[in-house]
Nanobody, 116 residues
Framework: QVQLVESGGGLVRPGGSLRLSCTTTTRIPESTFSRDRVAWYHQAPGKERELVAEISGDGDTDYASSHRFALSRDNAKNTIWMQIHSLKPEDTGVYYC????????WGQGTQVTVSS
């Protein structure tokens, strides 16, 4: 059973940056982890969870809309990072990482609040 943990959220002023992390609670062999596509989702207050970006096992990235997001990964560390630049109030919400698609594994989320 894979368990994912997100971290790095917090309160930040508009225009600021954050780096969110997603890692596994138990180590998965690099050869296995590197096969998994990982996605980040954003759920704003009162709204549905929406896809933000995805990264393939070998590091190819796909962004749903804004290029204020930058994904990277270290398969040996079982970790994916998402850097968010130029944060806006509408970026407020919970960010979740996902492995294995909608029926796959989810973390508990990390709260990001963008406010002056």
């Amino acid at each position: 059973q894979v368990q994912l943990v997100e971290s790095g959220g917090g309160l930040v002023r508009p225009g600021g940056s954050l780096r969110l992390s997603c890692t596994t609670t138990t180590r998965i062999p690099e050869s296995t982890f590197s096969r998994d596509r990982v996605a980040w989702y954003h759920q704003a207050p009162g709204k549905e969870r929406e896809l933000v970006a995805e990264i393939s096992g070998d590091g190819d990235t796909d962004y749903a809309s804004s290029h204020r997001f930058a994904l990277s990964r270290d398969n040996a560390k079982n970790t994916i990072w998402m850097q968010i630049h130029s944060l806006k109030p509408e970026d407020t919400g919970v960010y979740y990482c996902n492995m294995g698609g909608m029926a796959g594994y989810w973390g508990q989320g990390t709260q990001v609040t963008v406010s002056s």
